[in-house]
Nanobody, 130 residues
Framework: QVQLVESGGGSVQAGGSLRLSCAPS????????LGWFRQGPGKEREGVASFYLSNRRTAYADSVKGRFAISRDNAKNTLYLQMNSLNPEDTGIYYCAAVRKIGPSTLCILDSPMWSSTNWGQGTQVTVSS
């Protein structure tokens, strides 16, 4: 399985920005989906953003659209999540995910059950204070 290591979390005030990074342990085939998920205090894990290696299409949760941007540096084999205009509701542990895509869609659907096969890492803590 692919090992995933997240970094870049921290504590910021509302309105601030952070950039998260994720480095998979190996290069992945083009039929893989990469994604960012988060789990807030007392909440279930939820999908934040996804990236399809085959066509670089992205998808976002409604709560982060226009504020977060997912991207990938091919040369560095690193996935990023740029988070702007952070608010306290964004607080949580952020996890990177990598799975082989399942289904006919041309993008990686965040609420797809395929993500359950991810080898979840330790995550990185993001804390936003008001």
């Amino acid at each position: 399985q692919v090992q995933l290591v997240e970094s870049g979390g921290g504590s910021v005030q509302a309105g601030g920005s952070l950039r998260l990074s994720c480095a998979p342990s190996r290069y992945l085939p083009s039929d893989y989906c990469l994604g960012w998920f988060r789990q807030g205090p007392g909440k279930e894990r939820e999908g934040v953003a996804s990236f399809y290696l085959s066509n670089r299409r992205t998808a976002y949760a409604d709560s982060v659209k226009g504020r977060f941007a997912i991207s990938r540096d091919n040369a560095k084999n690193t996935l990023y999540l740029q988070m702007n205009s952070l608010n306290p509701e964004d607080t949580g542990i952020y996890y990177c995910a990598a799975v082989r895509k399942i289904g006919p869609s041309t993008l990686c659907i965040l609420d797809s059950p395929m993500w359950s096969s991810t080898n979840w890492g330790q995550g990185t803590q993001v804390t936003v204070s008001s």
